[in-house]
């Protein structure tokens, strides 16, 4: 859980819901620093959404747990289809945004909190580039052999990541360099949020091509059952038990 | 001069020329972050400058200096009027980004460079929040008894601003109250500018209420001739001329 302080996502997501603008900041450890996405974002209706995560929700069935659920937008569209949806975020402010917004069952828990106190749930939403929260190869197969634990027989997880490879931005290229001296996957980016004087700890954020997703997959239990593309770097699959 | 792992505002001009993206992130000394202006605004045309800036760029005449010129907006507009006008920035990328605009006379300098060896000047030109670029009251005082000795009879400053007090919120207020304990000017802001992988040093950025800029020209041999006022903002632009 984030101390408020840290709580700069929380901040900006409830600052919007006050009519507040501003923008989320990412500063990675190499020193590049850029504007995030703007927070109205995170509060996108369905009809917004970008076509790859429109196609992949529709495969959410049975009980649902969001992990990293934001401000509620995927929560708030499977609610209102009639789905039973948890949702878990690590920001409080996130969690009382998504409270204030009529979403039921929202808790402020870490993605390595997810147990079977919970219960068990078919389907597991980590969007809006969430399988990053998985941080890094190892915590991310370990974290996946735990939500095979918690999930029904025909479970499925619906991620988003972006390929860090589809870019041409020197600075990005250098910093795939720089991780792999330092023994990190290339997409394994440490980043840091700032929104006005909050900030949060320094986390690691995984960033996969295709081909890495399936490897990482490789003995968790899990494979992937389908891709959906956008026209950019951003991606979406659905990943499923092996039989 | 600014080092080029420091010319974050230079890169930032150089990539919008070139077509690429970024945003112009600003970071306070107080930990509070946020993204400036959209980067076209340097680039922007007359016909798209603020009411007030039109105004204001009237009292522009004769022989006219731009201190802090940026892309080179307003040296432009003026160099298309027929004036005289030379630029000056801190940043070689941004000086660098006027000359690939056309702009024929700038150069790399600081405003504590601004010397007679440049010649006298009959405007001195501080747009864009530039007045900020005196840094501290006492620096703006010297600086502007500097300013005096390089210009003519009839020299003119016509300098933006903004006043600090009319910014509400919480943090806002906050750090005018950080400021006066540790014995500035409330709006004497301590800021650093990144871009991308860029980063200015820290640097004293002075933003006074009309009231305080009289103060700060007191016993200078300045005088202000008039305000221009934004519409629905607390910016504003001050007609400095000399003292008789």
Not at chain 1, 121 to 126: E, K, R
Not at chain 2, 48 to 71: F, N
Not at chain 2, 214 to 228: A, D, N, P, R, Y
Request: net charge positive; with cysteine.
């Amino acid at each position: 859980m984030l101390k408020d302080r840290q709580d700069a996502h929380g901040h900006e997501i409830y600052d919007y819901l006050n009519g507040k603008g501003g923008y989320e900041i990412v500063e990675r450890d190499d020193g590049y620093i850029d504007a995030s996405g703007a927070a109205r974002d995170y509060f996108a209706e369905y009809k917004d959404w970008p076509s790859h995560q429109k196609k992949a929700i529709q495969y959410a069935r049975g009980r649902v747990l969001d992990i990293g659920c934001g401000a509620g937008r995927c929560l708030l569209y499977l609610q209102q289809k009639g789905l039973d949806v948890m949702g878990i975020d690590i920001s409080p402010l996130a969690v009382k945004v998504c409270k204030k917004r009529g979403i039921q069952n929202v808790q402020v828990l870490s993605i390595t909190q997810v147990s079977s106190k919970l219960g068990v749930f078919d389907t597991i939403i980590m969007f809006g580039n969430n399988f990053g929260l998985f941080a890094n190869r190892d915590r991310a197969r370990w974290l996946l052999k735990r939500f095979h634990k918690v999930t029904s027989g025909k479970a499925r997880i619906i991620a988003e990541s972006g390929d860090p490879y589809q870019t041409n931005v020197p600075e990005h290229l250098q910093y795939h360099k720089r991780n792999r001296k330092r023994g990190r996957m290339p997409g394994q980016v440490r980043i840091r949020v700032r929104y006005k004087k909050y900030v949060t700890p320094w986390f690691d954020y995984l960033l996969v091509s295709k081909n890495e997703m399936a490897d990482i997959l490789n003995g968790t239990g899990w494979r992937i059952e389908r891709f959906f593309a956008s026209t950019w770097a951003p991606y979406a699959v659905v990943i499923e038990k092996e039989r | 001069m600014l080092k080029d792992h420091q010319d974050a505002y230079g890169h930032e001009l150089l990539d919008y020329l070139n077509g690429i993206t970024g945003s112009e992130i600003v970071e306070r000394d107080d930990g509070y972050i946020e993204v400036s202006v959209d980067n076209k605004f340097y680039f922007a045309d007359y016909k798209v400058w603020t009411p007030h800036e039109r105004k204001a760029i009237r009292y522009a005449r004769g022989r006219v200096l731009d201190v802090g010129c940026g892309a080179g907006r307003v040296l432009l507009y003026l160099q298309q009027k027929g004036l005289d006008v030379m630029g000056i920035d801190i940043s070689p990328l941004a000086v660098e980004v006027c000359k690939k605009r056309g702009i024929q006379n700038v150069r790399v300098l600081s405003i504590t460079q601004v010397s007679s060896k440049l010649g006298f000047f009959d405007s001195i030109l501080m747009f864009g929040g530039s007045f900020g670029l005196f840094g501290c009251p006492e620096r703006a005082k010297w600086q502007l008894k500097r300013f005096h000795k390089i210009t003519s009879e009839r020299g003119r400053i016509i300098a933006l601003t903004c006043d600090p007090y009319r910014a509400v919120s919480q943090e806002s207020k906050q750090y005018r109250k950080f400021n006066k304990i540790r014995g500035r000017m409330p709006g004497q802001f301590r800021f650093r500018i990144r871009y991308k992988k860029y980063v200015t040093p820290w640097i004293d950025w002075l933003v006074v209420s009309k009231k305080e800029m009289g103060g700060v020209l007191k016993g200078t041999g300045w005088q202000i001739k008039k305000f221009i006022d934004a519409d629905k903002s607390p910016v504003y632009i001050a007609i400095i001329e000399k003292e008789r």
